[in-house]
T-cell receptor, first 115, second 109 residues
């Protein structure tokens, strides 16, 4: 497709279960970001990938959160032993850098509800 | 950490101009982004400034002054569909983006 895609679009899970969220960036975009947005709140940076490496994991809220990116393309964000406070919209964005200009494109997000 | 300030709400009339200010404090500034977000939707990229000056894209323009830690987003010829939240985000260092709380713009007929 032409844009960033994310799956699933919605996920309801029980507290304590693990969930895996997927992001397909725009082809050719080397940079990939994960963000979280809780209801009525601003965006919270989680992690950044440049290619397959994640030079900045500082935004991951706890060690229950992990992310990987393989082949410089698809990325997965995994949340282990989910808690109710993990309920949020998880957004992925990819970007390209042209000279001094960076353009970021967001996916539609995955809405996670932990019961 | 980051300190990014933008007004909470602004209201303007259709056809008018609105300027949304964003001030920030950072030790390693490396770019400022503006996004538009409609309720229940993902943010949409509007602009990226890393050098001082004005970037114009149609009805939207973004300005940056690094020495003042200041940016603004200018929306001209406002349309009803411009009613949304506008997010200012600053990159500190190479990677991390920090977001302001967003400015809700309401356009009235």
């Amino acid at each position: 497709g032409a844009g960033v895609s994310q799956s699933p679009s919605n996920k309801v899970t029980e507290k304590g279960k693990d969930v895996e969220l997927r992001c397909d960036p725009i082809s050719g975009h080397t940079a990939l970001y994960w963000y979280r947005q809780s209801l009525g709140q601003g965006l919270e940076f989680l992690i950044y990938f440049q290619g397959n490496s994640a030079p900045d994991k500082s935004g991951l809220p706890s060690d229950r959160f992990s992310a990987e990116r393989t082949g410089g393309s698809v990325s997965t964000l995994t949340i282990q032993r989910t808690q109710q406070e993990d309920s949020a919209v998880y957004l992925c964005a990819s970007s390209r850098l042209t000279g001094n200009q960076e353009t970021q494109y967001f996916g539609p997000g995955t809405r996670l509800l932990v019961l | 950490g980051q300190n990014i300030d933008q007004p909470t709400e602004m209201t303007a009339t259709e056809g008018a101009i609105v300027q949304i200010n964003c001030t920030y404090q950072t030790s390693g500034f490396n770019g400022l982004f503006w996004y538009q977000q409609h309720a229940g939707e993902a943010p949409t990229f509007l602009s990226y400034n890393v050098l001082d000056g004005l970037e114009e894209k149609g009805r939207f323009s973004s300005f940056l002054s690094r020495s003042k830690g200041y940016s603004y987003l200018l929306l001209k010829e406002l349309q009803m569909k411009d009613s949304a939240s506008y997010l200012c985000a600053v990159r500190d260092g190479d990677y991390k983006l920090s977001f302001g709380a967003g400015t809700t713009v309401t356009v009235r007929a």
